[in-house]
């Protein structure tokens, strides 16, 4: 059986640390507090996420209503195709980027150290 005793009592009741024994777990009212807390905001985002994903899911079988006759196998394939193609289409402007920078950078140092006489070993 689960016994409840409180252990060191805080001036704030919620802040009691209690004893929880049948097996051993410490927490206050606070920690459960917070915890449902956190549960009803990870719940209530996770409902509006859910909702903008069926929209989703509705607009794209709109417009392209082959899309439900595909194979679940199909449909994942097609995801990371486009998941990679994504990302390499940025990834290829963000290399390019550093790249220039890298360019940039070697040429300032050159100058720095032409202009300062600093040796570098």
Request: glycine share 4%; charged share 30%; proline share 1%.
């Amino acid at each position: 059986m689960i016994e409840y005793k409180v252990k060191e009592t805080a001036i704030d009741a919620k802040d009691s640390l209690i004893e929880k024994t049948g097996g051993t777990v410490e927490f206050t009212i606070n920690n459960i507090d917070s915890d449902v807390i956190y549960l009803e905001k990870s719940k209530k985002e996770l409902v509006a996420q859910s909702a903008l994903e069926e929209a989703k899911k509705s607009n794209v079988l709109r417009t392209h209503p082959h899309i439900e006759q595909m194979s679940e196998e199909d449909r994942v394939a097609c995801y990371l195709y486009q998941q990679s193609y994504a990302f390499t289409k940025v990834a290829v402007g963000k290399i390019a980027e550093i790249e220039k920078q890298l360019a940039d950078y070697a040429e300032e140092k050159a100058e720095i150290l032409k202009q300062t006489g600093i040796v570098l070993e």
